[in-house]
C-alpha cells in the first residue's frame, strides 16, 4: 500500500525558513517523479517543486525559485523541501504527490491531475 506522509508544516513569521518531509513507502522509489503541490484557500493547486528520483533533474515555480530547494533522500525514500525567506503569499496546505515515470518529465508535461499517489498535507502558515 502506497502512503506519503508529510512532516514539518508549521507557523511562522516572514522571512523564516521551514523544511518539510514527505516519507513514502509501498512503492519502489526510483523512477518516480516527485514533487510538492500546495493549495491556498480559494485558489487551484499549484506545483511548488519536483523532482524526478532517478535522476534529479527538478522543476521550481517561478514564485519560489531561489527560496526553496527540494531534495531527496533515496535510501529513506524520503522528499524534502526546505523553504526559506517565507512570505504570507506562501501560505497554503502542502501536499507530497508521486507518479510513475519512465523518463525525467515530471512537470508541467505531466499535469498535477495524472499525479496518482498524495499525502494527506501539512499546513503552512506565515504571518506578516
Known amino acids: 500500500q502506497v502512503q506519503l506522509v508529510e512532516s514539518g508544516g508549521g507557523s511562522v513569521q516572514a522571512g523564516g525558513s521551514l523544511r518539510l518531509s514527505c516519507a513514502a513507502s509501498g512503492f519502489t522509489y526510483s523512477s518516480y517523479c516527485m514533487g510538492w503541490f500546495r493549495q491556498a484557500p480559494g485558489k487551484e493547486r499549484e506545483a511548488v517543486a519536483v523532482?524526478?528520483?532517478?535522476?534529479?533533474?527538478?522543476y521550481y515555480a517561478d514564485s519560489v525559485k531561489v527560496r526553496f530547494t527540494i531534495s531527496q533522500d533515496n535510501a529513506n525514500n524520503t522528499l524534502y523541501l526546505q523553504m526559506n525567506s517565507l512570505t504570507p503569499e506562501d501560505t497554503a496546505m502542502y501536499y507530497c504527490?508521486?507518479?510513475?515515470?519512465?523518463?525525467?518529465?515530471?512537470?508541467?508535461?505531466?499535469?498535477?491531475?495524472?499525479?496518482?499517489?498524495w499525502g494527506q498535507g501539512t499546513q503552512v502558515t506565515v504571518s506578516s
Open positions: 523532482i524526478y528520483t532517478a535522476g534529479g533533474s527538478t
Open positions: 504527490a508521486a507518479v510513475w515515470s519512465s523518463g525525467s518529465w515530471c512537470y508541467p508535461e505531466i499535469s498535477i491531475s495524472d499525479y496518482t499517489y
